[in-house]
């Protein structure tokens, strides 16, 4: 199956700087790539998604970046704010099933 | 989005007891569903894939008598833990395949937070 990487396992960031979580794949063949923001007993929120025919995509101060060649995709939070801290997953489909990272728990110092 | 409920949202049993756990989808058709359990502080694990009127496929070191999947229609899928022990205490969260215009999406349910005693 996919492989997933994500890194780093724990951010913190002064609230304002921008937080970048970067995750590496192994299958060349998957071709969406979400992200997810999950709160402490919460399910995770689908927050941005990049398919591959795309390098980059933007939503307010969240945007993910996709390098097919180098099977890697980053998310960039700007100007943080403290409801920003959760536990982010990128994950990874090709075959309609979702193969998450390992996670990133992301703190906001106010 | 669209949205995927989840029920019960928690359960407390006893060791050996079964538990049922539904997921639907409210405002959508999906023919695949899929199982994750998450133990705490870790990332969500596939289970299993589940495809209306068809078995489920587990992934590999799921045990499917244990596990027992059910995707009657278009709109439900249930899990079943049988003979639940401690160490299926978890929790799991379910999730629903959409087609887009431009690609597939999954939507979450709200997840079962599973404690047996």
């Known amino acids: 199956g996919e492989n997933v990487e994500q890194h780093p396992s724990t951010l913190s960031v002064q609230e304002g700087d921008s937080a970048v979580i970067k995750c590496t794949y192994s299958?060349?063949?998957?071709?969406?790539f979400p992200w997810y923001k999950q709160e402490l007993g919460k399910r995770p929120q689908l927050i941005i998604d990049?398919?591959?025919?795309?390098g980059e995509k933007k939503d307010q101060r969240i945007a993910v970046t996709l390098n097919k060649t180098a099977k890697h995709f980053s998310l960039h939070i700007t100007e943080t704010q403290p409801e920003d801290s959760a536990v982010y997953f990128c994950?990874?489909?090709?075959?309609?099933?979702?193969?998450f990272g390992t996670g990133t728990r992301l703190t906001v110092i106010p | 989005g669209a949205v995927v409920s989840q029920h019960p949202s928690w359960v407390i049993c006893k060791s050996g007891t079964s538990v049922k756990i539904e997921c639907r989808s409210l405002?959508?058709?999906?023919?695949?569903m899929f199982w994750y359990r998450q133990f705490p502080k870790q990332s969500l694990m596939l289970m299993a894939t589940?495809?209306?009127?068809?078995?489920?496929?587990?992934e590999q070191g799921v045990e499917k008598d244990k596990f027992l999947i059910n995707h009657a229609s278009l709109t439900l899928s249930t899990l079943t833990v049988t003979s639940a022990h401690p160490e299926d205490s978890s929790f799991y969260i379910c999730?629903?395949?959409?087609?887009?215009?431009?690609?597939?999406?999954?939507?979450f349910g709200p997840g079962t937070r599973l404690l047996v005693l």
């Open positions: 999730s629903a395949h959409q087609l887009q215009g431009d690609g597939e999406t999954q939507y």
């Open positions: 299958d060349s063949a998957s071709n969406y």
């Open positions: 990049i398919r591959s025919n795309v």
């Open positions: 994950a990874v489909t090709g075959a309609n099933n979702l193969f």
């Open positions: 405002d959508f058709q999906a023919t695949t």
């Open positions: 589940s495809n209306e009127g068809s078995k489920a496929t587990y």
